[in-house]
């Protein structure tokens, strides 16, 4: 074989790396790690790498969910709140007697309703999605606060606070656990389901998802259920790590987790974005806190790094639709 | 008329988009306070001869000269050729309709007074009394939202006006106006025209244009083809110069048989979008039977994009009936027809045709995707087998399955939309200008598919503005015009010129009962 040939070779593998769609933000996680390694070694410990999946892994449950909301070109803004909501059911219900299953199955009940209620609004109403969602925001904070009357609810059943602070699977926490079963789960579906397909097309083109017979309306209340599910089974595992219910826990969390997915290559404008790059775009998120803290970076300058992280990944977004010549 | 001065000429304008010659050689002289109406086909180039010279289109992006009272003038924005003195009507009512007929008015001319603020006072008076050269009297604080359409016309007639133009051009004015509201516009621009104002009016309706011009200049293909002038029109001529073109040999001719009727549509009422009170489709009713290809013919903005789009689910009827097989569909509302043998290819292919962010092979089976159902997956054996069959059959050119749409040209794209549309296998194909933005060659390709499929027994209708196109497809034609239906030719009986001649027929509800009858 000539050099040439080789030489042509070589560029072939290098252009296939980079038809990867998530190679984007592969590469920058990966220089984080090794460069905030190389400045502090305590960084790839046993302790912290836990901490970082753990976060993750938290983090990664609702992001699953808005994933597919922002692939079908929607938004939910009442993450956070739904999943204060959540946590505050179970904790309610938990002090009252009701066992563990029923509780945490209130719980996800909860979330889910608020979900379906976003759905319903959004497509039958004709509610631009942000709307809805922001006055979901409120509401269901609301009802936090109704229930907790401000106080955190405690305390919970020993049983149930082990579900997150005892029980290891293969030394993984519950919530990895939870969120890796899921991520699978919602991999598969995204790739491999007409559904997931439908959700492409309706994103991609809305009009044109019409005039193929999709049944719109359908699909995105189920998306607007299943975040509020996944957001809601979030405060669930968060209320049990805790051992309370926290009437303000996940005030702020929908930001963060709308960061993360776009940050792993979902575009805002619908159509685009995989579930990989959701799960790269998490684990970069938390690494990047998780680095400053331990290179002893003030914490205020975090939110400055992550905001200028999402600022990129939108501009490379921008750059990437133009370059396919959509005008 | 002869020794009154020339306002505005164009010279020798040519411009082509790619390799796309779409004016050659342009020349027109319009003189002051005349009427000159530019008429011709979709794609004759009257747009973009009127988007040259009102300066959307900038100097330097195509060759030859405007003249605005005898002085050369290059426009690199609309904002020159309004300060020449040029001022350009859209087709759509382009207004802001939460703001006041005065701002609406003086949009970009905001009047302010000398600390900078804006001058309510001043532009509540001028703009009354633009409105009253117009011969309208108007609370000119009332929002734009709450009027109707002829008045929003009129303001954007009189927004144009406050620059005191030589030269006012409209698009299409009428598209959206019902008949009294059109006698209204027409008036008032007698009336400009007496004020020393010249006109250029671009109408499909030919009647109208007959009746308001002065002067009348035909496009064709980018070129002038001729020019005649008023009172008297001979109608016929015009009209063959309009069409022109001879039989072009790339239509095919394939042996079928004609069957029983499949497709019945009864009484079809469909309101305009914009404007509620007129009907864009007003009691539609037509039929195909297997086999047939049935031309829907008529003029932009006669309603067959919206009878097709109606008929198929995707707007909202006021009223009307669909028998297939003679029994009639209950579709429920919101519903498309696609999961009772129809299907529906649209003119817009950005719009509502491709997913611009899916491959080849995923735009092709996004209709057949539940067919394709393997407990809740896709059965990807299947989804790649049935997309290469169709990909092979309509010679569609592309790396491959998976190559995104929008790398493959326009002839390209409609191959794999058409292939979406008949995937399916439906009884009755609605195609609605299959043929829009598409090289020659797909053209005669799509028109071999077209034909190969009616002769298998398909039901096909096709909208197209290409007249010579629709006349050679078709076995049968329903024409409208302004919403109705204002006749029905066999093949045997029809011409191209008899087409163009009912399409630009002035329907009125008597006649309308005349043809039923």
Partial sequence: ?327 | MQEKEIVLSVNHICKSFYDNQVLENVSIALKKGEILAILGENGAGKSTLMKIVSGIYPAGSYTGTIEVQGKEKTFRNPRDAQNAGIAMIYQEINLELDLTVAENIFVGHIPKTPRGMVDWKRMKKEAEAVLKTLGIELDVTMLVRNLSASIQQLICIARSLILNPHVLILDEPTAALTESETKFLVDILRKLQGEGISCIYISHKLEEVFHISDRVVVLRDGTCISEYSGPEYDSEQIVEDIIGRKMEKMYPSVPKTIGEEVLRVEDFTVPHPYNKKVNIVDHVSFSVRAGEVLGLAGLVGAGRSETLRAVYGIMKKKAGCIFLDGKELAMPRGKTASGYGISLLNEDRKRDGYVKSMNVRQNLTLSYLDKLKKGPFIDKKKEKELAEKYFKMLHIKAPSLDAGILSLSGGNQQKVLLGKCIITNPRVLLLDEPTRGVDVGAKSEIYRVIADLAAGGMSIVIVSSELPELYALCDRFVVLSNGRVSGELEKEEASQVKIMNLSCKQTTGRNREEIRG
Wanted: with cysteine; proline share 4%; aromatic share 8%.
């Fill in chain 1, 1 to 327: 074989m000539s050099r040439e040939q080789t030489g042509i070779k070589k560029e072939l593998i290098i252009k296939n790396i980079f038809r990867v769609k998530e190679i984007g933000i592969m590469i920058p996680t990966i220089l984080l790690i090794i460069i905030v390694q190389m400045v502090n070694p305590l960084f790839l410990t046993k302790l912290n790498v836990l901490s970082i999946l753990r976060s993750s892994g938290y983090m990664l449950i609702p992001a699953l969910g808005m994933t597919l909301i922002l692939i079908s070109g929607g938004l939910d803004l009442s993450v956070g709140s739904v999943y204060g909501l959540g946590g505050v059911v179970t904790a309610y219900f938990l002090t009252n007697g009701v066992p563990i299953f029923p509780s945490v199955l209130l719980g996800l009940l909860s979330g889910m309703a608020c979900g379906i209620l976003n759905g319903v609004v959004i497509v039958k109403l004709k509610i631009p999605p942000i709307m809805m969602t922001l006055g979901m925001y409120y509401m269901a904070r609301g009802l936090v606060y109704v229930i907790t009357q401000g106080t955190p609810i405690f305390p919970l059943p020993e049983a149930f606070k082990a579900i997150e602070q005892q029980n290891m699977i293969l030394g993984i926490p519950t919530a990895v656990v939870c969120a890796m079963i899921l991520a699978a789960v919602f991999f598969i579906i995204m790739r491999y389901t007409v559904y997931g397909r439908k959700i492409y097309a309706i994103g991609g083109n809305i009009e044109t998802a019409r005039v193929a017979g999709i049944n719109i309306d359908a699909i995105m209340i189920s998306l607007y259920a299943i975040i509020g599910t996944l957001s809601a089974l979030d405060g669930v595992l968060m209320s049990s790590r805790l051992g309370s219910g926290q009437p303000s826990a996940g005030t702020g969390y929908e930001l963060q987790v709308i960061a993360a997915v776009v940050i792993g290559g979902t575009s805002t404008y619908g159509g685009k974005g995989t579930l990989a790059g959701t799960v790269i775009g998490v684990i970069f998120m938390n690494i990047l806190s998780s680095s400053m803290t331990i290179m002893k970076i003030s914490a205020y300058w975090q939110n400055f790094v992550i905001g200028a992280a999402l600022v990129v990944a939108v501009i490379i977004d921008q750059i990437k639709r133009s370059k396919t010549a959509e005008d």
